[in-house]
């Protein structure tokens, strides 16, 4: 896949190593591309940066990893999205996201032309980004959204990066879930002092 990434930060920077590993081509889309956050990021060479509506024109799927505050702003500064998929990585956290929203997703939806706006890569830390493996087993990731065709990249993007299974949570209307969930981890992570080297499994029986 053509992937843009908007957020060159922890997450941005570590599933852009694991996507140009695989063979994606990547594009960071950045404001400034003589000075930006993660230009060791070059060294594999199927990544390269570039202006942000540069990238975005460049890319079939958009990656936004920016911090939660600026989510709107974010998304006007994209450009033409018609036709893209956008995977939302980010999370309003105790009450830090853009203004007038409750999550993020739908201001990036009330913000740019495309519909097949999903979330995803939100639910754990940037750690289980870089490696998602626990002894024999992989995390699981979850994703959210109407866009069966931004599902599907999530999930296939989310295999890429090292995780077992990407499960489908529903539409829409699960995006604030998504971020509570992301709050859940959080919350044992750093309140409740079980440390950031701790993820999400599904088990069936």
Not at 29 to 52: D, I, M, W, Y
Request: charge should be negative; aromatic fraction near 8%.
């Amino acid at each position: 896949m053509k992937i843009a990434i908007i957020g060159t930060g922890n997450v941005g920077g570590a599933l852009a190593t694991h996507w140009a590993n695989k063979g994606h081509e990547i594009y960071l889309g950045v404001r400034e591309v003589a000075s930006f956050k993660g230009n060791a990021l070059l060294n594999n060479p199927n990544t390269q940066v570039l202006p942000t509506k540069e990238a975005v024109k460049a890319a079939e799927v958009i990656l936004l990893a920016t911090p939660a505050p600026a989510a709107a702003e974010v998304a006007q500064s994209l450009g033409d999205t018609t036709g893209k998929i956008i995977i939302d990585a980010m999370n309003v956290v105790m009450g830090r996201g853009p203004q007038g929203y409750t999550h993020t997703t739908d201001a990036i939806l009330d913000n740019t032309a495309t519909r097949d706006v999903v979330k995803c890569f939100n639910t754990t830390g940037y750690n289980n980004m870089e490696n998602p493996q626990y002894g024999e087993m992989a995390l699981d990731l979850f994703v959210a959204g109407d866009s069966a065709a931004g599902k599907a990249a999530a999930q296939q993007l989310a295999k890429d990066a090292g995780f077992a299974e990407c499960y489908d949570i529903g539409g829409n209307d699960k995006f604030a879930l998504m971020e509570q969930f992301a709050w859940f981890w959080i919350n044992l992570a750093m309140f409740q002092g079980q440390g950031r080297e701790i993820g999400f499994k599904l088990l069936k029986r």
